[in-house]
């Protein structure tokens, strides 16, 4: 579903996603997040990664029972989707996955493949953990993928 935003006075394209948010305190909320319907980078729309990777402290999310919040990136622990957490073949094609069991602050658990488009000699869990400075990352956990808040993570044990 579209849904314009608008910014400055323009009505940006918006895409709602469906999303169940994990945030600080374990407090989890179901809802839709919006994500732009193209981007400079690549043709297609934003991915959710790439929004919440955006300089931005804060994005909008709309719970199933109530009006748009304004959460904190910061405060968030996890973003949860029912999508590929890289649609684009070719990009998915360099994608390095490590399986992970990975532990957050509040001491949830997810068991999953942390993803990063690293070289293929940059495959060890601890590269595709470090690959970036960029507060989240993927992990694909099969029937969803978990856009996982590094900062709240506790640890992360290697499945191999």
């Known amino acids: 579903m579209s849904a314009p935003v608008t910014a ?4 940006l394209p918006r895409a709602s996603v469906a999303v169940r948010i994990v945030l600080v305190g374990g407090e989890a909320q179901a809802g839709e997040i919006y994500l732009a319907e193209r981007v400079p980078q690549h043709s297609g729309p934003e991915t959710p990664l790439e929004m919440l990777n955006r300089p931005d402290p804060f994005f909008p999310f709309c719970p199933k029972d109530g ?5 904190a990136k910061a405060a968030t622990v996890a973003v949860e989707v029912h999508q590929a957490p890289i649609g684009d073949p070719t990009r ?3 994608a390095r996955a490590a399986p992970l069991e990975i532990t957050l602050t509040g001491g949830d658990t997810l068991v999953g493949f942390a993803l990063a488009e690293l070289p293929e000699h940059h495959a060890r869990p601890l590269d595709i953990l470090n690959a970036s400075t960029e507060p989240f990352f993927a992990v694909d956990a099969g029937a969803a993928t978990h856009f996982v ?7 992360a044990r290697p499945q191999e």
């Open 67 to 71: 009006e748009v919040l304004l959460v």
């Open 92 to 94: 998915r094609s360099v």
């Open 8 to 11: 400055g006075g323009f009505a």
């Open 149 to 155: 808040n590094r900062a709240h993570v506790r640890y």
